[in-house]
C-alpha cells in the first residue's frame, strides 16, 4: 500500500506541475530565508531536526502511545489480542509520518527555492539505510530515536567521504545497498532478526 501510494501521490504531483520546477519569486524570499537561516549560529533546519528528534525520543520513550507502538512493531498480533485498537495506532504512525514528510518536503523547498516533485525520489533507500545503521530491525520492534539520529549522522559520513573520493553517484547508490545488506547480515548474526 506504501508503493501504491508513493507512485500515486508522486505521479499527481507531476501532473499539477506539469513536471516542472515552481519558483518562489519574490513572494517566497521569507520563506526561503528559512532554509538558509542561522539561529545561534546553527542552520535553522537543523534546530529543528534536532527538535523533532528530542520531541520523538519524549513520545516513543516516555509515553504509552510510544511504548504500544514499540509493541506493535514487535508482535501486532499480542498487542491486539490484549485489547488495544492496534489500527488506530497504526494511522496515527502513519499520519506522523505524513506530517514530517511534509516538513522534510518544506525545508527542502525553502533550500532550494523551488517547489519539484522531483526533489527527494529515490530518498527511500537513503532513510531505510539510515534506520538499519542505527540498529533498527525492519522486522519490527526495535531502534530508536538517538539510534537513528546516529545512523543518519553515519550515511552522511559515508556519502561526504564517497564524494570526496570521487566515487560516481551511481556507483553511490550500489554501496549504499551493500551497507543496507551488511547492516540486515550482523543483525541476523546478532540474533535481533531472529524470532
Given amino acids: 500500500m506504501s508503493l501504491a501510494m508513493m507512485a500515486i501521490a508522486r505521479g499527481l504531483s507531476l501532473i499539477i506541475?506539469?513536471?516542472r520546477p515552481i519558483p518562489l519569486a519574490?513572494?517566497?524570499?521569507?520563506?526561503?530565508?528559512?532554509?538558509?537561516?542561522f539561529l545561534f549560529g546553527i542552520p535553522q533546519p537543523v534546530l529543528l531536526m534536532f527538535a523533532v528528534f528530542i520531541v520523538g525520543g519524549i513520545i516513543l520513550n516516555f509515553?504509552?502511545?510510544g511504548r504500544l507502538i514499540t509493541a506493535i512493531g514487535s508482535n501486532e498480533e499480542?498487542?491486539?489480542?490484549?485489547g488495544?485498537?492496534?489500527?488506530?495506532?497504526?494511522?496515527?504512525?502513519?499520519?506522523?509520518s505524513g506530517v514530517l514528510a511534509a516538513v522534510a518536503g518544506i525545508i527542502s523547498s525553502s533550500r532550494t527555492g523551488?517547489?519539484?516533485a522531483q526533489v527527494g525520489v529515490g530518498a527511500e533507500l537513503n532513510v531505510i539505510a539510515a534506520v538499519v545503521i542505527g540498529g533498527a530491525s525492519l522486522?519490527?520492534?526495535?531502534?530508536g530515536v538517538i539510534n537513528t539520529l546516529l545512523g543518519a549522522l553515519v550515511m552522511g559520513i559515508i556519502a561526504n567521504i564517497m564524494n570526496l573520493a570521487g566515487v560516481p553517484g551511481y556507483h553511490q547508490q550500489v554501496y549504499m545497498g551493500a551497507?543496507?545488506?551488511?547492516a540486515m547480515l550482523l543483525q541476523y548474526s546478532t540474533g535481533s532478526l531472529k524470532r
Avoid: D
Avoid at 499480542?78 to 490484549?82: E, I, K, M, Y
Fill in 26 to 37: 519574490e513572494a517566497g524570499a521569507a520563506f526561503s530565508r528559512f532554509g538558509s537561516g
Fill in 139 to 143: 522486522m519490527g520492534g526495535k531502534g
Fill in 17 to 19: 506541475s506539469e513536471g
Fill in 84 to 96: 488495544i485498537a492496534v489500527p488506530r495506532y497504526i494511522l496515527a504512525v502513519y499520519m506522523i
Fill in 63 to 65: 509515553t504509552r502511545f
Fill in 78 to 82: 499480542a498487542v491486539r489480542l490484549s
Fill in 114 to 116: 523551488v517547489g519539484s
Fill in 179 to 182: 551497507i543496507i545488506v551488511i
